[in-house]
Structure formats: structure tokens, C-alpha cells
């Protein structure tokens, strides 16, 4: 019994200047950036790319410190599963310290976020499909 | 150059036993018998569990000496390097070369990246054929 990860969903790359750190690796890697968002409630910036089934994810703050050094760093992955609801009851079971589950910015998906026990790698879990086109 | 995949997640860890029986006992997955084990010569063992069409690879550190190691005493354990494939390891290091990155030679179909170069990821790029 697990919590029925089929792959990893994303990977996230967090630094002081998201735009920066995509198109570093856009025109290094050939990269394609899919899509830029400001996430609603918190304002960060985000990109996104995708390679086959895994999407890497650009993360920084709303605002820019003009001429500061950009750094960034690799963060966590958020990890596709078939029964968000099942996974988190599996892993509180456990003792896992699970936020309940929420709709996430991707459209009809509902994300949870495990917060201590994943050997020091921030992850969380997400469901597509879980929430019905009407109420997403 | 195009990197075509995420080729795997390198997580740095304190005990990789206890962490593969994390992930296999409570997250249900299932470690890849047929790779890893103690590397000497790098100052670490690790090993790999297959997560849809990437890895997990968890690497412990047995010296003190190594990035490896580093990260460990810089930031315990934690998510450490991520690894693309490239079509043509040759080709993907002279193209960002070329493009002022610094790179590392490639030796058996890896490289890697300075995190100078990458606004401080640990990248590895990766050919698999």
C-alpha cells in the first residue's frame, strides 16, 4: 500500500527571479517556457515547461530586486496520484503531517502538501480530474 | 540542443536504507535492484527508485569530502541535483560552451553543469543511448 504516485508531476525551481532562471534554461537546454502565471493569493511569478510528462516549474517573488544576484535553487516535486483523498488518508495514517487537500492551479486538479517525513525533499501530491469542470 | 526528459531527481540523504524503506514502505515505491550500490572512487552509494518515466536517486554520502558531502553538512538531507537527458552528450556540452556556460567534459555519457552557470541548480545532463 502506497499513496499511488504514477510519476512525478512536477519539479519545482525556486529563486529570487523566475523569468531569469526560465530563460537561462531555455536558451541553454532548449527548454520551451509553455506558460507564465502570477499565482493568485501570494503574487509569485511563475513559468512553466514541460519535458514529456514531467513539468518544471519556475517559482520566484511578485516583485524583482533590480541588480541583485539571481540564485536559485532546486526545491521540491509534486507527485501524481490516482486518489488524492486515499494518499492523504494513507499517509496521516502513517503520521504524516498532510494539509488538507485544495484545489490547485492547475484546472480541476487538487493538490495536498506533505510537510515533514519525506527525507528533507519538500513534496506534495496532486489529483487531475478531481474536481468537476463546473466547479473548477 | 534540446534536453527531451527529466532523467531523474538526486535527494541527498542521512541513511539511504531508512529512506528507501520510506519511500517503498510508505509511499509505495519500489526500489531498482539492478543499480546503485557503493561508489568509492565518489564518495557515495546510492540508488534508484523508478517514479513513471524518471528516478528517484537517493545518494549517501560515505566521505566527508565531495559535493555530495557538502550539501550534506550544508543542508542535511534534502533534494540535491536534477539530471536531464539529451539526445547527444558531445553535442549538448559544446553547444553551452558555446554559450559561455561551463560544463565538464562528458564521461560516460554524463555531464555536468556549474551551478554558475545555472543560477546555482546542480545540473547533469544525460545521454541514455
Known sequence: MGIGATHIDHIVISSNDSGTVAQTFADNLGIEIKRKMIRPGTSAQLAFAKLQEVVLEFAGPPQVTPGEEVKAKLWGMVLAVEDIDAAVAHLRELGYPVSDPRPAVQPGARIASVKDGTSGVPFAVIQYNAIPAEAS | ?129
Open chain 2, 1 to 129: 540542443m534540446k534536453a527531451t526528459r527529466i532523467d531523474h531527481v538526486g535527494i541527498v540523504v542521512k541513511d539511504i536504507d531508512a529512506a528507501l524503506a520510506t519511500y517503498a514502505g510508505n509511499f509505495g515505491f519500489t526500489a531498482d535492484s539492478k543499480r546503485g550500490g557503493e561508489l568509492p572512487a565518489l564518495g557515495i552509494k546510492n540508488a534508484f527508485m523508478p517514479v513513471g518515466e524518471s528516478d528517484l536517486e537517493f545518494i549517501q554520502p560515505t566521505s566527508s569530502e565531495g559535493p555530495v558531502a557538502q550539501f550534506a553538512a550544508e543542508r542535511g538531507e534534502g533534494t540535491f541535483m536534477l539530471s536531464l537527458e539529451v539526445e547527444d552528450i558531445d553535442a549538448a556540452v559544446e553547444h553551452l560552451r558555446a554559450a559561455g556556460a561551463r560544463v565538464g567534459n562528458a564521461s560516460n555519457g554524463v555531464a555536468f553543469v556549474s551551478m554558475k552557470s545555472t543560477h546555482g541548480v546542480n545540473l547533469q545532463l544525460v545521454q541514455r543511448q
